[in-house]
């Protein structure tokens, strides 16, 4: 390995951890993790969530082992693709499909935010990190896989946005009856 090539490595790293410093000073307006507080009602509807983003998962997983030997392969034919990388995609987007149905599902019971959290500050983290990972898709464009796992990273955060500024504004109208 040459010199630069370690180099860039360091800086890379010390990039990514800088930006996660300040990406968790934004989100939690402090430099340093404060554990989360979650009441009963919270936990019980996280393990809701829980359930919903499993079953999401169980049956994209299924589905595919069902017709994963036909539709990829016949796909992977007609636009050039090894079959392997696309089924291992199509894994992968079921994987984000099940994190996004948990990441919804726990927003809109009420049971993702802390007890003592700020919800803006969630949804200015989830903003930012969707736009970073929109970049990140625009800039591996070439690689069809990075650009895949990229793009499902900014849906979920995405959804993560709207799932909270939809249930802000329920509990602003719950808040004003």
């Keep these: 390995m040459s010199i630069a090539y370690v180099a860039g490595f360091i800086v890379g790293v010390l990039m990514v951890a800088l930006v996660g410093f300040l990406v968790n000073k934004l989100a939690t307006g402090k430099f340093g993790m404060k ?8 936990n019980l509807a996280k393990g809701l969530a829980y359930r919903d983003g499993f079953w999401t998962l169980f049956i994209g997983i299924f589905a595919l082992l069902i017709i994963g030997r036909i539709i990829p392969e016949y796909i992977a034919v007609k636009i050039n693709v090894d079959p392997f990388a696309l089924y291992s ?3 992968t987007i079921f994987c984000f499909l099940g994190i996004t149905v948990f990441l919804i599902s726990s927003i809109m019971r009420d049971a993702y935010v802390g007890i003592n959290q700020n919800k803006k500050r969630w949804q200015w983290y989830l903003l930012v990190i969707g736009l970073i990972n929109l970049f990140g898709a625009y800039s591996n464009r070439d690689f069809v896989s990075a650009a895949v796992l990229s793009l499902c990273c900014a849906f979920l955060t995405f959804s993560g946005f709207i799932a909270l500024i939809i249930r802000s504004l329920l509990d602003k109208k719950d808040e004003e009856e």
């Design 35 to 42: 554990k989360c507080e979650f009441d009963e009602r919270q």
């Design 89 to 91: 995609t199509l894994v």
